[in-house]
């Protein structure tokens, strides 16, 4: 094995650290996954990132000498230039330096991305968007996440580098309140949670229906619920897939993407429901010239999209640098 064949990524999950081997490909070679120390704090998180680093190296068949970089992905907003976590709740960190605090157990490159950025990145590398100029990768799970990567680069913007925040476009004036503090936002509208709230509020004999408890009610349910026909979950998924619909006419009007590709649980459902509506909608709603041409898919890369772009983080300066001899 040559030094240099493999890279680690690490996704920082509030529940779950995720750890793959990669290959220059971004095809993952191995993955392990330990419950995220959340109690133990930032420096606790780190140690269990270092103990967990050699056992995916194990995994993968390889050694340390073997391994190009580090990459790490975190569910908030993080510096990638001055490598810290500037803020993400769900690990408790602020202004945390992890990438000093992982280089000190370990003498490689470690580069550090928002995981949906690094979504993105994986899509454009390793996924639907390879050969492409201009993508746009979006999540639709608990939260509604959305990563860019423009003329061949991750675009994060200028301000906290937070570009993406598709989840807090506004789809209705003084709408259901968003846990960011405002009203409105896409998130409060057709997140996972949302959809949750808005089935255990407006659906009658919910339990029976689905033969569990309502506070153990998923998105998944709702989903059966309108693909048997219950005409109130039909008008939840309706409303998901207006406003989602919304967010991606916006995205692609505003962009002009090459392509939207859609990644999380919640794209999972049934196409008939969701994929299937929300590209008719985008395509009779978007500017025409853009909706003739704009591609939507569903991600091939799935729920590892974040975990694969972190790991092949080290490949940005080069492939930057290849968009531009096109």
């Not at 190296?57 to 976590?85: C, F, H, Q, Y």
């Not at 409105?184 to 997140?191: D, I, K, R, T, W």
């Not at 998105?219 to 039909?234: C, I, P, S």
């Not at 006419?249 to 459902?269: C, M, T, Y």
């Amino acid at each position: 094995m040559t030094a240099g064949t493999f890279s680690i990524g690490v996704d920082l999950g509030g529940t779950n650290l995720k750890f793959c081997a990669a290959d220059e490909n971004g095809a993952i070679r191995a993955w392990h996954s330990v419950r995220t120390p959340t109690e133990a704090g930032c420096e606790g998180i780190v140690d269990t990132i270092v103990a967990n680093v050699p056992v995916v190296i194990e995994r993968a068949n390889t050694e340390l000498a073997a391994i190009e970089s580090i990459g790490l992905g975190v569910p908030g907003t993080v510096d990638p230039d001055k490598g810290v976590i500037v803020f993400a709740p769900n690990i408790f960190a602020v202004n945390f330096p992890v990438v000093r605090a992982i280089r000190a157990h370990y003498d490689l490159p470690v580069h550090l991305s928002q995981d949906s950025q690094a979504a993105a990145w994986a899509e454009y590398m390793a996924g639907a968007g390879r050969g492409l100029t201009n993508i746009v990768s979006v999540t639709l799970g608990t939260g509604i996440g959305c990563g860019m990567v423009m003329d061949g680069k991750i675009y994060r913007g200028s301000l906290n580098h937070t570009a993406g925040e598709l989840a807090h476009q506004i789809v209705e004036i003084d709408g259901n309140e968003c846990n960011c503090g405002r009203r409105g936002c896409l998130e409060a509208h057709a997140g996972g949670l949302a959809i949750v709230r808005s089935a255990r509020q407006s659906i009658t004999g919910l339990g029976e229906l689905t033969g569990k408890s309502a506070q153990l009610i998923s998105v998944k349910d709702v989903f059966e619920l309108a693909q048997r026909g219950h005409m109130q979950a039909l008008r939840i998924v309706g409303d998901v897939v207006k406003y989602v619909g919304i967010g991606l006419v916006n995205l692609a009007n505003l962009l002009s993407p090459d392509l939207i590709s859609l990644s999380g649980g919640i794209s999972e459902a049934p196409s008939e429901l969701l994929f299937d509506p929300l590209v008719e909608f985008v395509r009779s709603h978007a500017y025409s010239t853009i909706a003739d041409s704009i591609r939507i898919c569903r991600s091939p890369l799935g729920c590892d999209a974040p975990l694969i772009g972190v790991a092949i983080l080290h490949k940005q300066t080069a492939a930057y640098a290849a968009a531009h001899l096109r």
